[in-house]
């Protein structure tokens, strides 16, 4: 059986949950990226401009105070609105104002310097070259630094613009987020989207294979090539079609050595009655011998098989195309019994052989084509009668059996040979050629009677031991299709 993990279904179903965990990580991956790479931008933007307000307002402050007298309270407050740390020097460089020391300065309002500050060790020294001037009325009064935080981490912020201008400047825009977003969920679409394209090629590039051998296969038969197989690898649908192609063409190629078989067969059987024929004939136009009564018999004999041969061979192919007509009547089984030993006991007395029958009365009718069951169990008779010793005795019986309605015609011949049982029912088998020949068996009479059996919807049957007599019957449903 086809393991469910191996099947085209499964593995389809997988290779596109494949590409939609793939295309939405991918979408989702680079998006997020993208918008986060967007929003440090936008931040370490507003920061900058944020930084140049801070300036700006520090520049105003000296001009205000023409001095930088009360700058580390000014600074404190504007540390704690802004969320930045500031710190200021004087001309001197000398750090004047530091927001992070501004707890340690709650109580204190003197103009003490940072470099007087006890905190100063608390602070990793600040690069000069980041600060940056504050210039009045043209002339440099001091330089400032302002800090942003990232990640825990004091980061510090180059103002945008040291110009007034710079305080018109709007902050920048979210909607530039959204654009980027947008940009970036169609290229991680169209990159999912190949990728996709890429797997499922990749993915049914061997089912593809499969099915191009189906059909190379499937050509080279109907180009008369009967050897012609598909090579099945896998364990899926495909392998399984390639099975069943596989299987049909085994019954193509098995049908038609069959066809080659009948036809030397039947030519075979043609054979021995003409080459009889011909011989009398030709004794008797060489003189040899007299056209008398017996010689004209023999003719007339074989030509009676010969007409029996073709007779049966047209039924036989008729019932084997599925062309006979059926004309199916309610049918008693006891009347065809009665008619078929009827038709028989001259010939079984000519034998001195006795008919017996045994049928139940209370059997239903049947649907059957009456003729068709009738030559079915003639048949039967006719062998049992020809391999039945004077003093025997056939016995024709009709019975209810497991559901259905038996016929059975039991004889006290010879019987079967164990291995000729399973053959008997073949076309033109005989188990004596020459005796059942010469007896006027044809090697169709079971053949046929199987198939009338089998268009009934019945089965045909034998039981048979070499030396105690054999029975040959068969069953037919109570209500066939
Ligand atoms: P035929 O018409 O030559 O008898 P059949 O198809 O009817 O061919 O039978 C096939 C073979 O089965 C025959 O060769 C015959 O030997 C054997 N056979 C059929 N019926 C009996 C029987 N009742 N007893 C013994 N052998 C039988």
């Given at each position: 059986m086809r393991n469910w993990r191996f099947g085209l279904q499964f593995r389809l179903a997988l290779g596109f949950a494949v590409i939609l965990a793939l295309s939405t990580g991918a979408v989702a991956l680079f998006t997020g990226y993208v918008a986060e790479r967007r929003v440090s931008q936008v931040q370490s933007e507003q920061d900058r401009v944020r930084a140049n307000r801070i300036f700006v307002a520090l520049a105003e402050f000296y001009d205000s105070n023409t001095g930088w007298p009360g700058v580390q309270s000014f600074v404190d407050r504007a540390s704690f609105q802004s969320e930045r740390e500031i710190v200021v020097r004087d001309a001197?460089?000398?750090?004047?104002?530091?927001?992070?020391?501004?707890?340690?300065?709650?109580?204190?309002?003197?103009?003490?310097?940072?470099?007087?500050?006890?905190?100063?060790?608390?602070?990793?020294?600040?690069?000069?070259?980041?600060?940056?001037?504050?210039?009045?009325?043209?002339?440099?009064v001091g330089s400032a630094l302002v800090l942003s935080r990232k990640h825990g981490k004091p980061i510090p912020v180059i103002p945008l613009d040291q110009t007034t201008a710079g305080l018109e400047q709007v902050e920048p825009s979210l909607s530039r987020l959204a654009g980027a977003v947008r940009k970036s969920l169609i290229l991680a679409g169209i990159g999912a989207g190949a990728v996709g394209i890429l797997l499922v090629l990749l993915l049914s590039r061997r089912a593809l294979r499969s099915v191009g051998n189906l059909t190379a296969a499937a050509r080279s038969l109907g180009a008369g090539d009967l050897s012609s197989r598909a090579k099945v690898t896998g364990n899926d649908e495909i392998a399984e079609l390639g099975q069943a192609f596989n299987s049909m063409a085994d019954a193509l190629e098995d049908s038609e050595r069959q066809r080659h078989a009948m036809v030397s067969d039947v030519a075979h059987e043609l054979r021995t009655p003409l080459a009889n024929i011909q011989g009398h004939v030709e004794a008797m136009q060489d003189g040899l011998l007299e056209p008398d009564a017996t010689a004209l018999g023999t003719i007339h004999q074989q030509a009676l098989y010969l007409n029996r041969l073709v007779e049966d061979l047209r039924l036989l192919s008729a019932t084997e195309a599925r062309e006979l007509r059926l004309e199916l009547e309610p049918?008693?089984?006891?009347?065809?019994?009665?008619?078929?030993?009827?038709?028989?006991?001259?010939?079984?007395?000519?034998?001195?052989?006795?008919?017996?029958?045994?049928?139940?009365?209370?059997?239903?009718?049947?649907?059957?084509?009456?003729?068709?069951?009738?030559?079915a169990v003639g048949n039967l008779v006719d062998n049992a009668i020809r391999h039945t010793p004077p003093g025997g005795t056939v016995t024709l019986s009709a019975f209810r059996h497991?559901?259905?309605?038996?016929?059975?015609?039991?004889?006290?011949?010879?019987?079967?040979?164990?291995?000729?049982?399973?053959?008997?029912?073949?076309r033109l088998y005989r188990v004596d050629p020459s005796r059942d020949r010469a007896t006027g068996g044809t090697g169709l009479g079971l053949t046929i009677a199987r198939q009338l059996v089998e268009v009934h919807g019945g089965t045909i049957w034998v039981e048979s031991e070499e030396g105690s007599g054999s029975r040959f019957g068969f069953d037919l449903p109570v209500s066939p299709n």
């Open positions: 001197n460089e000398n750090v004047i104002a530091d927001s992070r020391n501004r707890h340690f300065r709650h109580d204190d309002r003197s103009q003490r310097t940072f470099s007087d500050h006890d905190s100063d060790a608390h602070h990793p020294p600040l690069p000069p070259t980041l600060f940056t001037r504050i210039d009045s009325g043209g002339a440099p049918t008693s089984v006891a009347d065809i019994i009665e008619r078929v030993t009827d038709s028989f006991r001259p010939r079984a007395e000519a034998v001195s052989v006795v008919l017996d029958t045994a049928t139940d009365a209370r059997l239903p009718l049947l649907r059957l084509d009456r003729l068709r069951i009738e030559q497991s559901g259905r309605v038996r016929v059975q015609v039991a004889d006290t011949g010879g019987g079967v040979p164990a291995d000729a049982l399973p053959h008997v029912f073949d």
